[in-house]
């Protein structure tokens, strides 16, 4: 039972402690960025009420504990509607949200932090940055419901007989314990390595992580309309389950944060580049007309 | 004036790929499919193991008659599946090649388990083999 919990709780937990590593990163990046900017006061000033502060973080799980508890209550008759198909709908819209909320905040983000977006009045700035902590916070609180009420089925599985509590009882605990540790400090490593990163490669990582984190959310959706026949799945292109097999740790961490998968489809292989490579050609479309813009507006172009 | 003659064009593109999506999506929630099923009962699986015909996609009937909630789940064959009590669960499987697939119930998996043998033989329909359940 210990070790059956610490693995469920991996599964469905990690991608929460994910989601809050990355969403800090891209705020850390996003303060450095202000720094180093020379309207720093004026940025100072915006930020402290239009952050992604720990206070809004705290208060968005609050309420997404609730959801998760009604949406577990309500998941039994959910999954009888659309001819046994409620579940998987309802889920894939809901990951294909995470995702469709990914790519806005990374499109906001990189064409915000466009050295241009610093001309713009304070407003305006003000504006971007209660855009882009929304959408942060909206992302989180979809990513604690969708996954948190999973795990919530599982705990209460447990808690439905009374012989399972009274023999595994320890177990559970334990495992909840071992999980949030390996959780916890896989989010914190993974939180210093993107600042790492970030400020050695001055490429802001983060975003691109983050987008892949999205991805991965999408292909889940994916995965659940296949499963129930609404979308059409192919032969499996290939496998590489002999080099990192899914039901490995790398594999689990791998399927978090990239979507990582064994043996995709065409369908899948199609929908995960087009998913990657859309947003990031969209961002360089806007980043290239703001510069063309700004070059005519200054009569230099 | 060229606007005008462009914009149906375009309109006529995204419906005819709107049309195209739904169709696909009406083929596959329409289309029949060989059907096989398996009962989880007291956290196993019956049958333990199934054989299904290569490169065709069938469905799948879970009947869960355990009073706790289970959940279908499996690396191999891309699929996760939440069973209530006492209801039945349908999915997908395949088109597959040739091979072994296992199945588990995740939060049973020491005694919830199975395999799913998918084999390029002519298989009787519908090709369920009741073997016991040796876990």
């Known amino acids: ?301 | 004036m060229s606007s005008t003659l462009t914009r149906p064009k375009s309109l006529f593109k995204v419906q005819f790929i709107i049309s195209y999506i739904l169709l696909m999506a009406s083929y596959n929630v329409f289309a029949q499919r060989q059907e096989f099923s398996i009962t989880l009962k007291d956290h196993l699986f019956y049958p333990a193991e199934m054989t299904i015909p290569a490169n065709k996609k069938i469905k799948l009937i879970i009947d869960n008659q355990d009073d706790s909630v289970e959940e279908f789940d499996s690396f191999s064959l891309n699929r996760e599946k939440v069973l209530f009590p006492k209801q039945k669960a349908t999915i997908y499987i395949g088109p597959l090649s040739p091979g072994r697939y296992d199945f588990f119930g995740e939060y049973h998996p020491d005694s919830a388990r199975g395999v799913i043998i998918v084999s390029e033989a002519d298989l009787p329909i519908p090709a369920i083999k009741e073997v016991d359940n040796a876990n």
């Not at chain 1, 309309?225 to 059409?232: A, F, G, K, T």
């Open chain 1, 1 to 301: 039972m210990l070790i059956n919990t610490v693995l469920v709780f991996l599964q469905n937990i990690l991608p929460i402690f994910v989601v809050f590593s990355l969403l800090f990163a891209q705020q850390g990046v996003c303060l450095q960025l202000n720094k180093h900017s020379k309207f720093q006061s004026i940025h100072q000033k915006s930020d402290k009420t239009f952050d992604l502060t720990v206070s809004k973080v705290v208060k968005t799980t609050i309420i997404g504990l609730f959801l998760i508890g009604s949406l577990s209550h309500y998941m039994p008759i959910l999954s009888q509607h659309f001819a046994g198909m409620g579940l998987e709908i309802v889920f894939s819209i809901l990951f294909s949200l995470i995702y469709c909320l990914i790519t806005t905040s990374f499109l906001l983000r990189l064409t915000s932090s466009h050295h241009q977006w610093h001309d713009k009045p304070i407003n305006e700035q003000q504006t971007l940055n209660r855009q882009q902590t929304f959408i942060s916070l909206a992302i989180l609180l979809l990513v604690l419901c969708v996954h948190g009420s999973y795990f919530s089925l599982y705990v209460r599985s447990l808690l439905f007989s009374k012989a399972t509590i009274e023999a595994s009882y320890s177990g559970i605990v334990v495992g909840v314990i071992i999980g949030t540790g390996i959780c916890l400090s896989i989010a914190i490593l993974l939180y210093f390595i993107l600042m790492t990163l970030d400020k050695k490669l001055k490429g802001k990582m983060v975003y691109y992580f983050l987008l892949l984190f999205g991805v991965a959310q999408l292909m889940q959706g994916l995965q659940l309309l296949e499963q129930v026949d609404i979308i059409s799945s192919n032969v499996h292109l290939w496998s590489t389950s002999h080099l990192i097999a899914e039901d490995s740790e790398l594999g689990y961490f791998l399927t978090i944060l990239f979507g990582y998968e064994a043996t995709p489809s065409a369908m899948q292989l199609i929908v995960y580049l087009s998913a990657i490579i859309l947003p990031i050609i969209i961002a360089k479309l806007i980043s290239h007309r703001q510069n063309t813009t700004a070059s005519l507006m200054k009569g230099t172009y």
